[in-house]
């Protein structure tokens, strides 16, 4: 009796080929229940015929989409972590005289609109008092007491006029100049030189206000005995404490070359 098989794919009862044991009626069908199961891509859902067996993505475009897409989800779920209204959510307005509910165009946006933004930050109709804060702050130029406007509040401590700013900078350059000319950094501070020399100009004799800053006219400032600029170092020696108005007077010329210099600039002060 021969035995009937049925095939494994069409399921249809066929004789046994001759001479071989097969579980197929054909070798058609064979070939479709041995082939491989289609493969999709991840990102576009399209057959994947990517040579690599192991591939999730049919193409590298797929691949950095998909990338993109999980790195901008991360971020998003960051900025949710931190408290930060994210795109598409809805915020309400910091404009308290607005108050209005709206979809966040993109992560931490606190207004409803560019006027909204512009009106809490002071920037439109400042002198008809229609805004909520001006933001403009004031304050003393911590060096020569002359008041300026800043938008900053926290600057107000150190504020610094363009005078005396323009007047550090020459300062800081002078000093840089002096630490390459003369071999070295100061060492010495005016409060060491008035300890060890005691509080007076060592050019007009007069008496040194410490308290005052080194911008000031009579304020505290390290003068080279032997300017730089003669060959003078910053040795201690070589330091002596003075007026910046004595110093700035004198230059890099000798004691007696200043008393008629010194004396008319005391008698300006004294009168201002």
């Not at 082939?35 to 990517?50: I, L, M, S």
């Not at 300026?148 to 600057?155: C, D, I, N, P, V």
């Not at 007026?243 to 890099?252: E, K, L, P, S, V």
């Amino acid at each position: 009796m021969t035995n009937i098989i049925h095939c494994l794919f069409c399921k249809a009862q066929t004789m046994p080929r001759k001479g071989r044991r097969s579980l197929f009626c054909s070798n058609d069908c064979r070939d479709q229940y041995n082939k491989p199961e289609p493969r999709f891509c991840q990102e576009c859902g399209e057959v994947n015929n990517n040579k690599y067996t192991n591939a999730l993505y049919c193409s590298n475009v797929c691949r950095v989409a998909k990338d993109t897409a999980r790195k901008k989800l991360r971020n998003l779920q960051a900025l949710k972590n931190r408290g930060i209204i994210v795109a598409g959510e809805l915020n309400i307005c910091a404009l308290k005289t607005c108050g209005m509910e709206f979809v966040v165009p993109y992560s931490g946006q606190k207004y409803c609109s560019s006027k909204c933004r512009q009106h809490s930050n002071g920037r439109d109709a400042i002198s008809t008092g229609e805004v909520e804060a001006s933001r403009v702050y004031f304050g003393q130029c911590k060096y020569c007491q002359v008041w300026k406007s800043t938008r900053h509040k926290l600057a107000i401590n150190r504020l610094a006029c363009s005078d005396c700013q323009n007047l550090r900078t020459k300062i800081r350059d002078t000093r840089k100049n002096h630490n390459r000319r003369a071999g070295g950094k100061l060492i010495m501070t005016v409060e060491s030189l008035a300890k060890r020399d005691g509080i007076k100009c060592n050019i007009c004799t007069k008496p040194v206000n410490m308290s005052k800053s080194g911008l000031d006219p009579l304020g505290p400032t390290i003068d080279h005995l032997l300017p730089v600029s003669k060959g003078g170092t910053n040795d201690s020696n070589n330091l002596a404490l003075a007026h910046r108005q004595c110093n700035t007077a004198r230059g890099n010329r000798g004691h007696a070359q200043l008393l008629l210099e010194i004396t008319d600039a005391w008698a300006t002060t004294k009168t201002a």
